[in-house]
């Protein structure tokens, strides 16, 4: 089959602000024409020629007043973010909040991972001094998506500017005002104008971006088939690329674990962002001996969700961003339950306005279900029963994703066994999934390859250049 064309994919939807729970557009933007995203394009690599030469305490500051702002304006960003894709407005809260506390830490770090590393010995390789240094590699091509609009954009951009690089932010249809605030939030806190530049393009523009010879590299977080797409056209150009694809992340747990624990949390690993996220735990292996005890407990949990206003503080599960994500949510289920699997609680839409799906569990799942293979981007959880740790491993492993896993257990032996057999970009132990900022975060398999995060995810945008003197 042959790898899929930007060219031949138009965009899903104007750029436009639908509000999910309502169903109503509230505001429509222009798309961009090809002359605007090269100036724009022009802006971010003369602010990058301005960038590289900012000494870090410089850079710094900048970063933290534009987290100051961010901060001081994370009541309005929360509501900004809900009208446009959904998102409970407390998440909502906490992803600005997040997203400030992100570019905080590389304000701080960013020298220290930037930092010459000298050899150790260099006369081992002949020379009186050997060092290796970190530079920027220039302007990259961001293409980010609507489920986090405001924190997958700033996980790549506060490293990346950090480090001297600048971005062009190609950012989802359907979260426009999202991406024009981010488009403006460096520059407020002092970057040069065009540090991220955000464009808005229809998808047949980025392979023009990507060929562009300012543009650098590219990173890009969505769908598996966007990822090969722009995995390939940045291929042909020789340009470095991102991608973190998403995921069907398993959910372990094990007789020993804290039942009561581990149900509450995997009812918040699933549910979390109305069940819109890549690192969720969709796929809930339990153990025999306490499959049906455990399955209570998360089954009566699910129940209890308030599904509504995501504007409503009390909301827990609100809609999902799009009609689509409602069609391809519930076909999903559809064909499961037509060859035999068991619905706990939901399995259907809700009626009314906006694009709801009631909080859903589902077992009794076989080879035959796409739903066993396929990302359930939306609040569905399948359950699967195993009886030994090898088999909990395969069925955690038979997916082609490997973003992140969780292991729910009181056994540090288990630990052991389980740690360096998950194919996974992430292990968590008694806990869920979730990015920080000091910690590098990505995925292997059709998950992706690079990292976000960390000194790594700085460092993915930069020269490592080797220095030797005689």
């Not at 901060?71 to 409970?88: F, H, S, V």
């Not at 998950?447 to 700085?458: I, K, N, T, V």
Request: with cysteine; net charge negative; charged share 25%.
């Amino acid at each position: 089959m042959p790898a899929p064309s930007l060219e031949r994919k138009p965009p899903i939807m104007p750029m436009q602000t639908l509000n999910p729970a309502t169903g109503e557009v509230e505001k429509v933007f222009v798309e961009h024409t090809s002359a605007e995203v090269d100036q724009r394009i022009a802006e971010a690599y003369e602010a990058h020629l301005t960038l590289k030469d900012t000494d870090f305490a410089t850079r710094a500051g900048w970063m933290r007043k534009a987290a100051d702002i961010i901060e001081g304006e994370a009541d309005m960003l929360a509501e900004m973010m809900t009208r446009e894709m959904g998102k409970p407005i407390a998440q909502a809260k906490a992803e600005a909040l997040k997203c400030a506390k992100n570019m905080r830490f590389y304000a701080k770090n960013a020298e220290s991972f930037m930092a010459d590393e000298p050899l150790a010995d260099p006369s081992a390789v002949g020379a009186s001094h050997a060092y290796v240094r970190y530079e920027p590699l220039g302007v990259v091509l961001a293409v980010m998506p609507w489920n986090y609009p405001l924190w997958q954009v700033v996980r790549f951009a506060a490293p990346a500017l950090m480090a001297g690089n600048t971005g062009v932010l190609k950012h989802a249809s359907n979260v426009p005002q999202s991406a024009e605030y981010l488009g403006t939030i460096f520059e407020r806190g002092g970057f040069p104008t065009g540090s991220l530049a955000t464009v808005f393009a229809p998808v047949a523009l980025v392979n023009q971006i990507i060929d562009d010879w300012r543009v650098k590299a590219v990173t890009l977080t969505g769908s598996e088939p966007a990822g090969r797409a722009v995995a390939e056209r940045a291929g042909r150009q020789i340009k470095k690329a991102v991608l973190e694809l998403g995921g069907s992340d398993p959910f372990i747990v094990m007789p020993s674990a804290d039942l009561d624990a581990s149900a509450s949390t995997a009812v918040t690993a699933r549910m979390l962002n109305n069940g819109q996220s890549c690192i969720a735990g969709k796929r809930f292996l339990i153990h025999d001996d306490v499959y049906d005890q455990w399955l209570e407990k998360f089954v009566q949990n699910v129940a209890a969700l308030k599904v509504g206003d995501p504007l409503d503080e009390d909301t827990n599960v609100g809609p999902l961003a799009t009609a689509n994500g409602v069609r391809d949510i519930r076909e999903l289920v559809d064909d499961a339950v037509e060859k035999g699997a068991r619905v706990l609680v939901g399995g259907h839409d809700i009626d009314g306005p906006g694009f709801y799906y009631a909080p859903t569990v589902i077992d009794n799942l076989t080879g035959s279900m796409r739903l066993v293979m396929e990302e359930a981007f939306g609040p569905v959880a399948s359950v699967y029963r195993f009886s030994t740790r090898e088999e909990a491993v395969h069925i955690a492993n038979q997916v082609t994703f490997g973003l992140g896993s969780v292991v729910w257990t009181g056994e540090e032996d288990d630990e052991e066994f389980f740690i360096p057999r998950l194919d996974a970009g992430a292990v968590t132990i008694n806990g869920m999934t979730i990015s920080y900022p000091e910690l590098p975060f990505g995925g292997i398999k059709d998950s992706g390859y690079g990292r976000e995060l960390g000194s790594h995810g700085l460092r993915e945008f930069t020269n490592a250049k080797t220095v030797w003197k005689a």
